[in-house]
């Protein structure tokens, strides 16, 4: 895949409803001319891009563009600092100036792997980079394989979950930017781990987005959830593309990532022949012949369309994996008994069996929630199911609640335990969230720090009335502008090592050892996974071969047939395996092997 027109010189701007630009770099005014690439393309004067022949052409500039006339410069759309702050200015820095010491790291398939979901900013006291590169060593005790970091691009404020961002190129300068990123690559690759770097392409944030002002970035009255849709397929939208694109090939080129999970793909309004999810496939495919490294590229979809996943010779995308809400909530229902809202149609055994056979629970079937049919089946013939990406935890499923609470706040080791046996014993490519793995008791809450008075107070407002809607209290959603809401969120490092939390981290790591010594487990097919349950017992037994996986969802014991003659793990020791017959205690679960 070829990427469409970019700028030569690295202050080059597209600008092309601007009638005049003038480059303020180093505090001196570079009146700038209009430049031709590749055709015109979006507007008039060759383009709609900009050039300043008379500019620095090396060393560290603080920089903007001022418009028309403005005497307020506005950061660079490409900016790859911002350390003063989004509204402020760039500052450039030079990517190919930090010396990889990663030459001998092959990357990683996604087939066979345990994800790891982090936020930088709660995932270490500091939350720093450099404070998460420290852990790492944690991380390949636990056994996983990728870290994925939720988005690190240019916010206003101090914290965020990171889906407010506004200047896609940069990175935060609180988490230690740019520079500070390439040494936590390098340091997960000295490690052994492969990083995945969440991005969001479907919209910007309330405060700092000046893109409008340099071209039509946005299509203004086409809105999705979080406001104006991006532009992917009118007028300009060649620019705009292009613009995304080199983005996710800086992640993977410059910083070294080994995979993109692109946020919520839903939400592009994208009519264009060729969408834009077929050319992330392409251009994951492109990289990797550069490079001889896999680069994978996840998609969050609650669609349910496997054609995100079909390889792009039978009309796919090419996408090697995608999130599945419907395995996250089967598990959920079943250890919580939780089931109002979207968890309705999930309240069974039935469900759970249904999503570790098809992939998809809702492939064509009426969902409550919707008041519609949704969905498509998978081909099991063309995608493997380690294309599917699942969890019983993660930053949306806990933050997303009113009180931000994790499955470890009201349930029990039991419970916690056949949560993790069921995600990772499973057919699909598993994913924890920080914390899950030693059942953290801190909450993991929505939180901003919009400097705005005006925009804190209605974000706050509406996270309340977002919230009365549906039935809670309103005295118990956390303001997300306390500054608290944020530090409680950080994780409580010093608990893994107490009672019941060292007892399930222990587990997890057994599991995930298990699940790399089985290859069952992890490398057969749709077709090599058979499933039986008892609804009024409340019991699953999951077949993956040879390997069998009982799961009591019963508070009371049960006995199970099985086949297999060893007991390769149990969450509860009172388990028992005799004469092809299992004892399992309530809320437990057990592997057996042959």
């Known amino acids: 895949m070829t990427l469409p027109a970019k700028p030569n010189a690295r202050f080059d701007l597209w600008a092309p409803e601007a009638g005049a630009v003038t480059l303020l770099a180093g505090g001196q005014q570079y009146p700038m001319t209009p430049r031709a690439v590749g055709g015109a393309i979006g507007g008039s004067d060759g383009g709609g891009w900009w050039t300043a022949t008379d500019a620095p052409a090396a060393g560290e500039v603080d920089y903007g563009y001022l418009l028309d006339g403005d005497t307020t410069p506005l950061p660079d759309p490409r900016s790859r600092r911002q350390p003063d702050g989004v509204h ?120 700092g987005n000046y893109l409008p002002r340099f071209g039509p970035y946005l299509k203004s009255g086409e809105g999705n959830t979080w406001g104006d849709s991006v532009n992917l397929d009118g007028a300009g939208s060649d620019v705009v593309r292009a613009y995304i694109l080199e983005n996710a090939a800086m992640w993977l080129r410059d910083y070294h990532v080994d995979g993109l999970r692109l946020d ?42 496997p054609r995100l996943l079909y390889p792009r010779d039978v009309n796919g995308y090419g996408l090697a994996g995608q999130w599945s809400d419907d395995f996250h909530h089967a598990v959920h229902v079943n250890v919580s008994g939780e089931a109002e809202g979207y968890y309705a149609d999930f309240e069974s055994l039935e469900a759970l069996a249904k999503v570790l056979v098809d992939g998809y629970f809702h492939d064509g079937s009426y969902s409550s929630f919707r008041g519609r049919h949704h969905g498509r089946p998978i081909n099991t013939g063309v995608v493997h199911p380690a294309a599917l990406v699942v969890c019983s935890q993660n930053h949306d499923q806990i933050g997303n609640r009113a009180t931000g609470d994790r499955l470890s706040q009201t349930l029990g080791y039991g419970q916690l335990a056949l949560a993790a046996v069921a995600v990772l014993t499973s057919p699909y490519t598993p994913m924890l969230f920080m914390g899950e793995e030693y059942g953290a008791t801190t909450p993991w809450q929505f939180f901003t720090s919009h400097p705005e008075p005006e925009l804190g107070k209605a974000t706050a407002e509406g996270r309340i009335k977002e919230f009365e809607r549906m039935g809670w209290d309103p005295a118990v959603v956390p303001d997300p502008q306390d500054p608290e809401t944020f530090t409680r969120s950080k994780l409580n490092w010093a608990e893994s090592a107490e009672g019941d939390h060292a007892r399930l981290l222990e587990l997890y790591r057994n599991l995930i050892a298990l699940r790399r010594s089985m290859p069952e487990l992890a490398g057969l097919g749709f077709e090599d996974t058979a ?17 069998e996986v009982a799961l009591n969802f019963s508070t009371e014991p049960r006995r199970l047939a099985v086949s297999g003659s060893t007991l390769a793990l149990a969450t509860d020791g009172a388990a028992r395996l005799e004469g092809g017959q299992l004892e399992l205690p309530g809320h437990s679960a057990a592997i057996i092997s042959s």
């Open 531 to 547: 499933v039986a349950f008892s609804e009024a017992d409340r019991w699953l037994r999951l077949r993956r071969g040879s390997v």
């Open 88 to 207: 402020s200015l760039s500052r450039t820095f030079d990517a190919g100036s930090h010396e990889w010491a990663d030459g001998a790291w092959q990357g990683r398939a996604l087939q066979g792997a345990v994800i790891y979901e982090l936020h930088i900013g709660t995932f270490t006291p500091e939350g720093t980079l450099d404070a998460a590169a420290g852990k790492l060593d944690y991380l390949v005790d636990l056994g996983v394989d990728f870290v994925e970091l939720l988005p690190v691009n240019g916010f206003n404020g101090t914290h965020n979950w990171g889906y407010d961002g506004v200047l896609w190129y940069a990175v935060h300068e609180g988490y230690g930017g740019p520079a500070a990123y390439q040494r936590f690559v390098d340091a997960a690759h000295a490690a052994g781990l492969g990083v995945i770097q969440d991005v969001v392409y479907n919209h910007l944030g309330p405060s």
């Open 264 to 305: 919520a793909v839903h939400a592009f309004k994208d009519e264009r022949a060729v969408h834009l999810l077929e050319e992330f496939g392409a251009l994951a495919d492109t990289v990797a012949a550069e490079t001889g490294r896999p680069a994978t590229m996840i998609a969050e979809s609650d669609l349910n369309d």
